[in-house]
């Protein structure tokens, strides 16, 4: 296992990633130092896949050690625990573009883990941990392809710099955004602004992409010096008589199904179609297997049921692209099948609280949230929190600690709002909202940014302008594609884009 390292010129900083020396029974690993900042990125993926999975198992561990910024873990037991929030963003941040990445049918399960190991507080260990993700997978020969570039934008005097940046500087500038993606593609962005026009935002992403053209240039040498061989893995063959025995059986009505109003009576019907599609095409496979091997007589595996969401797939998205009809009743014209550009109607009321919210005897900043981050602690002023319990969409489920989802939610609505918050010059106290989703169908995140900007002029913050939120869609099958104003949950499940934006007017 011989050493191969690569070292190039990202912004202000020099950045050079390694491999071969360390954690080597990993199926790809790199160590990553930026400007003093070191991240080691593992990733490792089984050779065999679980024939009962049906979705692909990818986990992105983000982990923060405070050896690494020269610190003693507070608590009792003064070690690591939990994952912080920041830990469990930055997984988050690093998962959206990976996760696209995997051809359709790979179900082996993989597992990037990516440890701080050093930190310099001038720079941000996310897009470190980034790099080394994409360029651990793009070492480790599995079907990923890759690799993806990323880094932070800045804004100041109206121009986005060379990326990245010290993370002081973000203080000064109007923009901090993420940009990640291939050499041909952006695959994912993340930002908050200080309300910008749309034209320097759309600057913004068209520069990073072009600027992380080096960070994938200098992967792809690594790998071609260094890469493991590619996996001999190849899709399971089609089954093309159960696809078209299930299509056949279902296609017709699950296209009625998705036109069907109310999203629980919709739901019901499409169960109860796939219900049927299962056991017919289980019926028919033991009936044709008799004669030859009675013990091919069993029910249709559950990997192979996935045929039954595939069927809905097609149905829900063929309609959508040709006829550009969507579930659910149209607010506007009050018919089946709402337009692309429609959003639903929305509607809100005042919280049944009665008491006043805060008090003027309350000293400013003593409820405010401390932060003991590698970089160095402080004091958040503004904090929003999202929860999600599991009878907003009508199951039952564990309830404990905030989840990866309501943690990266949270965050989202507070990035869509943080841009119109007033200084502590202005309004010295501690805000602290919370997003209660109650029933959901599709983009609650963005609902929170709408009634958070309501409850905040409710409560007397002087913000500098109301903010609404919106996800927004995409369904392209073919040459056509419609883009999907206000989407619902099945749309987003079952489309190719989930693009939530945050503004002013």
């Not at 679980?50 to 009792?76: C, H, M, W």
């Not at 050499?183 to 602004?193: F, I, T, Y």
């Not at 400013?364 to 949230?369: F, I, L, N, S």
Request: hydrophobic residues 40%; aromatic residues 6%.
């Amino acid at each position: 296992m011989s050493q191969h390292s690569k070292t190039f010129q990202y912004g202000d900083h020099t950045v050079r990633l390694e491999t071969g020396r360390i954690a080597r029974q990993a199926t790809g690993a790199v160590w990553v130092e930026m400007s003093d900042t070191v991240v080691l990125v593992t990733a490792v993926g089984r050779r065999e896949a679980d024939p009962s999975r049906p979705f692909f198992p990818l986990t992105i561990n983000y982990q923060e050690r405070t050896y690494a910024a020269g610190k003693v873990p507070g608590g009792f037991f003064k070690r690591e625990g939990r994952p912080t929030e920041k830990e469990t963003l930055t997984s988050r941040l690093i998962d959206r573009p990976i996760r696209p990445l995997f051809p359709e049918g790979f179900l082996n399960e993989v597992q990037v883990i990516a440890t701080v190991m050093s930190v310099n507080p001038e720079v941000d260990p996310d897009i470190p941990a980034m790099i080394g993700a994409s360029a651990a997978l793009a070492l480790s020969g599995m079907p990923f392809k890759g690799p993806i570039g990323g880094g932070p934008g800045r804004l100041r005097r109206r121009r986005v710099p060379a990326q990245p940046d010290a993370l002081t500087q973000l203080e000064r500038s109007s923009l901090d955004l993420v940009v990640a993606g291939t050499e041909n593609a952006v695959l994912m962005v993340e930002s908050e602004a200080g309300i910008l026009p749309e034209q320097t935002m759309l600057d913004a992403v068209m520069f990073g992409h072009e600027q992380m053209q080096v960070v994938i240039g200098a992967i792809n040498e690594l790998v071609a010096e260094a890469g493991a061989p590619k996996w001999n893995w190849q899709p399971r063959a089609k089954d093309e008589a159960l696809a078209k025995a299930v299509a056949d059986a279902c296609s017709e009505e699950l296209s009625s199904a998705y036109r069907i109003a109310d999203k629980l009576e919709r739901q019901a019907r499409v169960g109860e179609l796939r219900s049927a599609a299962i056991e017919q095409a289980s019926a028919e496979r033991r009936a044709a297997s008799w004669t030859r091997d009675a013990r091919s007589a069993r029910p249709l595996p559950r990997s192979r049921r996935s045929w039954c969401a595939s069927a809905s797939s097609r149905a829900s998205r063929a309609s959508t692209g040709a006829t550009r009809a969507r579930c659910a009743r149209s607010t506007i014209a009050g018919q089946y099948g709402r337009a692309a550009a429609h959003a639903r109607l929305g509607a809100s009321s005042r919280a049944a609280r009665r008491r006043p919210s805060w008090s003027p005897r309350w000293a400013p900043g003593r409820d405010a949230q401390m932060i003991d981050a590698l970089e160095g602690g402080y004091r958040e002023q503004f904090m929003l929190h999202y929860n999600f319990p599991p009878y907003c969409v009508g199951e039952t489920g564990f309830m404990g600690t905030p989840k990866r989802r309501e943690i990266g939610h949270g965050k989202l609505a507070k990035r869509g709002i943080q841009g119109v918050m007033p200084s502590q010059d202005d309004f010295p106290y501690v805000i602290r909202v919370v997003s209660e989703i109650t029933e959901s169908n599709g983009s609650s995140s963005m609902a929170s940014v709408c009634g958070t900007s309501l409850s905040l002029m409710d409560a007397g913050v002087p913000i500098k302008a109301p903010v609404a939120g919106i996800a927004m869609g995409l369904i392209k099958e073919g040459d056509g594609f419609a883009v999907l104003s206000d989407i619902l949950g099945d749309e987003d499940h079952l489309g190719d884009m989930d693009f939530k934006v945050a503004g002013t007017a």
